[in-house]
């Protein structure tokens, strides 16, 4: 069966990126190693954007060069002296070294400018052919109609059928969505001779460029701007030729203001229209004509500190050239642009039916887990059954840029806790699309006054008073764990700018445990290069008794088979079965007899020591008729102390990355984040969390 895709556009920006980054997404899930090849590359003079997209996003570990055949311009110069045969045997060549070291290689056709289709159609065939890939067609279809694009469907088919080529499937794109029924419709009606026929509508954000795509293809020198101020979509130009009353009337949200550096005016009107609520927000400010804010201009905009201030780039050609050349820079998917990124993988995975892709690729899967693979199976997890999750930090900028790519991924509903005014201004000045995220303020919501009633009479006994419980659930952590109590959220993820205590405290209070759970603890999900295991509890308890510590490692083994990890338990120690004594380690002996008592049905072994628990080696000295030694994934540990510092050496000396605390053992799920942590790490999170809440929810 198939162990290569060739990706053929007919026509140009046909979004094989997108397309491109989807079916990547989708190998990456299952396989461990897998390339990406791209027969021939537009020049040698620049990274090709494409190739650096899929290398940096999915950690590819090939060079840059074993990843493409050649350039254009070699391509062009061997056509020319009738040795194309070369061209081939070249491509051929490359393409085998590359695929000696991957279980699947995903091919992209070429993307010859200023050639004719007939001749990238018989190329890009030929190559396919020689290179033993089925070919998965996509057409260009903005502005169509649906009789149109049904028939260059068609065309395309045949034309490659005739060349005896395999066809995977078909991806139309850009449809216009008012035509997605009346394409559905007609596409069904024709059958599936060529295999399934994908249809994605046009998206309008990924057809605008950003500031930074302007800026690099315009050679701007950047004034202001960090990279996620430059990653700002440009709608549309506005010329500034006009006095500045006059000019703030014609500004529109996202417009790229296009003056003379010269134009102090213009440039200080565009930055106050910026921070004003009365006025829409723009892309950025690119100034012509070779000139520089004069000095008193430059020190000012030197001085802003506040958070999202718009970009600033110089180029020295005349205004009118410099609008004609930033209106003709196509829109890119760049690899630094997780906005962008976010929005093509959920287009696809939206619009395409993955599990029919993936049977008729036919993917070879490992049995090894890679930490990618393992965080793409979380967000692929929680897709299937949207969880709502609330995020009270909601004025916080790594939570609002997460929480764009959770809602454009679909990885699950979101809720922002915070003044909403407040949210909106730093969204927008971030340059931030919060469409579909619903913002709630704690203390002006009707929800204040029930939310402080039932937090009355749950924490009455304690001595609060009606008016302390009305004050108490205007705190954001307690109002985010009022709405999963009362089942108006799913779960909750915190702590980025707040301690452990703020996030559990209010769970502890309110949602409280699960039935014959006493205490709540944590674990690590530790992704190292080739497998995923399960650390706990490092984060949450100092020292759990015997009875605790049975119930952190059955809670453990259930976190672990959540998320698709076979529970083999070992109980941690010093010692090895009957090889040691003292009290640490029977609290472990005792512990591990507990738990086996309580969930016969899960193997748990113990004491035990790491290296007997890790290697199978060790093992069969240690312990030969073990079920779980040399190949445990959970591993419970005495003590706070021994797990945190555990963990962290593992992360730092094996270069793992580790995922969590996970909280374990509440009645609905709430998740701490560190406060340092990524932005990554916050969607990470989420999914994990929401994934936890469909547990809870069955």
Sequence with gaps: MAQSVYIVAIGPQSGKSVVALGIMELLSRRLRRVGYFRPIIPTHDAVDNNLQLIKNRYRLEFAYDEMFAMSHDEAQHLTAEGNTDLILKTILDKYKQLE????FVLCEGTDFSGLSLPFEFEFNAEVANNLGCTILLLLNCHAKSPEDILDALHVAQDSFLKKGCTILASVVNRVEPDLMGTMQEKITACGRECGPVYI??????????????????????IIMGDSEEMNREVADFKVAAMSLPHFLDHLVEGDLIIAPGDRSEIILGSLAANFSSTYPSIAGLLLSGGFLPDPQISRLLQGLSYRGTVPIISVQTDTFTTAMNASNVPPMLTPDNDRKIATALGLFETHVNLSELESRISLVKSRRVTPIMFEYNLVEMAQKQRQHIVLPEGAEERILRASEILIRRGVAEITLLGNPEEIRGTASNLGLDLTGIEIIDPATSPF???FSQTYFALRSHKGITEKTAFDTVADVNYFGTMMIHKGLADGMVSGSVHTTGDTIRPALQIIRTQPGVSIVSSVFLMCLADRVLVYGDCAVNPDPNAQQLAEIAISSAETAKLYGIDPLVAMCSYATGASGKGADVDKVREATRIANALRPDLKIEGPIQYDAAVDAGVAKTKLPDSQVAGKATVFIFPDLNTGNNLY???QRSANAVAIGPVLQGLNKPVNDLSRGCTVPDIVNTVAITAIQA?????
């Design 100 to 103: 000696s070291k991957c279980d």
């Design 200 to 221: 994605l509508p046009e998206e309008p954000f990924l057809g605008k460029p950003t500031v930074g795509e302007i800026a690099k293809a315009l050679n701007a020198k």
């Design 448 to 450: 204040r006054e029930d």
């Design 648 to 650: 962290k050496a593992v």
């Design 694 to 698: 469909q547990a809870t929810s069955t």
